[in-house]
């Protein structure tokens, strides 16, 4: 499967190298670089929020562990499917010692806080952008209610029924909650800068306020749309949000993607090069029931 993943990793590099070869040639190395440390940074915040989740459902984990795992299950995200992330993580996780019955809730569960810590940070920046735009404020406290437990604790519930017991994810006290919320939102502004910073190096005279929040909501619904790494979803939101016109928005959303896929292959493949070497610990044998 690992190999799989970085296969469709390059295979996406190679099939949108021709859209972005004028971007590339035209920006600013220096610019392009720091856009990537950028975007490696918030992959890390990202990581270390799942590392919190892990913690706070009963499996505390060091760091190079969990951010191991992340990254080697992250390049699951680029094979068709939608689901191959979530079962990465879950898996290597695992491997590692994680019961499945905190591995896969607690994967699920960081997902769904990146996604609302994400509306968050966009309805954060987005007033920023326009006089008439203050409205989107008001989203924020409506999203911080979204995970209190008495929203929470039914839809959990359905949840459990609907996987026959087999996913039952805990309910989390909500300044739990909320401390994995603020965790996860410098992540998204790390993220958000790198699009700007890819605008800024291809000398475009963009809003980078502007560009950031698209940046964030396009990763939203690249991640709840099931496509392969948000493959193309995530550039026509882009387009739409950023105020670019269509054709420099397309450039810049490209590149971005491109410096992004080559942050994910490196550290998916360091990721997985400290598996080989690292091994999986013995799993304790549990004996078969009588009969």
Request: with cysteine.
């Amino acid at each position: 499967m690992g190999l799989l993943a970085v296969g469709f990793c390059g295979w996406t590099l190679i099939a949108e190298w021709s859209t972005v070869r004028a971007a590339v040639s035209a920006a600013d190395p220096a610019v392009v670089t720091a856009a990537a440390v950028g975007g490696l940074a918030g992959t890390i915040c990202v990581a270390e929020q799942w590392r919190w989740v892990l913690g706070a459902l009963g499996a505390p984990t060091g760091r190079r562990r969990a951010w191991t795992w992340f990254f080697a299950g992250e390049l699951g995200k680029y094979v068709p499917g939608g689901v191959w992330a979530v079962v990465g993580r879950g898996e290597l996780a695992h491997r590692g010692g994680v019961p499945r019955a905190v591995a896969y809730p607690a994967t699920l569960l960081s997902l769904g806080v990146f996604c609302l810590s994400g509306g968050i940070g966009w309805a954060a920046l987005y007033p920023f952008t326009g006089p008439a735009r203050w409205w989107t404020v008001l989203l924020i406290p409506v999203l911080l209610t979204v995970v209190h437990p008495a929203v929470l604790r039914p839809v959990f519930a359905i949840l459990g029924r609907v996987s026959r017991g087999r996913l039952i994810v805990p309910v989390l006290p909500w300044p739990r909650m909320l401390g994995l919320v603020g965790v996860t939102l410098p992540g998204w502004l790390l993220l958000g800068a790198t699009s700007a910073l890819v605008a800024g190096s291809l000398g475009l005279t963009a809003d980078p306020v502007a560009v950031a929040g698209a940046a964030i909501a396009a990763w939203v619904v690249g991640v709840l749309v099931p496509v392969p790494a948000g493959a193309g979803i995530r550039e026509v939101a882009f387009a739409v949000g950023s105020g670019l016109p269509a054709g420099p928005a397309v450039l810049v959303a490209a590149l971005a993607r491109v410096v992004f896929v080559v942050v994910d292959l490196a550290t998916g493949l360091l990721a997985l090069t400290l598996l080989r070497r690292t091994g999986a610990p013995p799993r304790p044998v549990v004996p078969a029931p009588p009969g």
